[in-house]
T-cell receptor, first 115, second 115 residues
Framework: KAGVTQTPRYLIKTRGQQVTLSCSPI?????VSWYQQTPGQGLQFLFE???????NKGNFPGRFSGRQFSNSRSEMNVSTLELGDSALYLC????FGGGGVTEAFFGQGTRLTVV | GDSVTQMEGPVTLSEEACLTI???????????LFWYVQYPGEGLQLLLK?????DKGSNKGFEATYRKETTSFHLEKGSVQVSDSAVYFCALSGDSGAGSYQLTFGKGTKLSVIP
């Protein structure tokens, strides 16, 4: 069974540009979550999608957005990039989206560098 | 809101030494608890989990027990190996409403094991 696939692995962008990251979850998983990892703030929740609906969003500005397609693949977009957006962006998928016991499987992440 | 506090390290141990990484949490309700491990340049891998009070999660010689009375989930291993060198994250999953699933992470503990 293939794992969670994130593309691209590495990105370098200039301040003010926008970027789109992609995540393909494990087959059959309908919940996809995104996290930002930085040395200063650690791992922070961005948002969660289930069956193409955003069910929860973390405390990030509106420049961060996402969507999920009917095949459960997800994209996240960051507009008007700032230097502080440089981070490792991790995608996680899970087999059901109910609260409580849910095991999340993570991709290898996309390393975004903003210059 | 939910929070996780873990010893930040770094922790340096000799091979075959005992390991304990402390983790305490604050959460409403009855969260599930997890330990994830991150190797250099990689995403997160689930190490073990516990879903209710007094549950013990175990994997690859690592153990952690869900202690509701002390709100703790300390990670232990009796004899570490060089291959255990990585960053370890304690996390909890809480119900964010509308059935949404969200992980809250500690800051991570970097473990280095020397031969």
């Amino acid at each position: 069974k293939a794992g969670v696939t994130q593309t691209p692995r590495y990105l370098i962008k200039t301040r003010g540009q926008q970027v789109t990251l992609s995540c393909s979850p494990i087959s059959g998983h309908r919940s996809v979550s995104w996290y930002q990892q930085t040395p200063g703030q650690g791992l922070q929740f961005l948002f969660e999608y289930f069956s193409e609906t955003q069910r929860n969003k973390g405390n990030f500005p509106g420049r961060f957005s996402g969507r999920q397609f009917s095949n459960s693949r997800s994209e996240m977009n960051v507009s008007t990039l700032e230097l502080g957006d440089s981070a490792l962006y991790l995608c996680a998928s899970s087999s059901f989206g109910g609260g409580g016991v849910t095991e999340a499987f993570f991709g290898q992440g996309t390393r975004l560098t903003v210059v | 809101g939910d929070s996780v506090t873990q010893m930040e390290g770094p922790v340096t141990l000799s091979e075959e030494a005992c390991l304990t990484i402390n983790c305490t949490y604050t959460a409403t309700g009855y969260p599930s608890l997890f330990w994830y491990v991150q190797y250099p340049g990689e995403g997160l891998q689930l190490l073990l989990k516990a879903t209710k009070a007094d549950d013990k999660g175990s994997n690859k010689g690592f153990e952690a027990t869900y202690r509701k009375e002390t709100t703790s989930f300390h990670l232990e291993k009796g004899s570490v190996q060089v291959s255990d060198s990585a960053v370890y994250f304690c996390a909890l999953s809480g119900d964010s409403g509308a059935g949404s699933y969200q992980l809250t992470f500690g800051k991570g503990t970097k473990l280095s094991v020397i031969p």
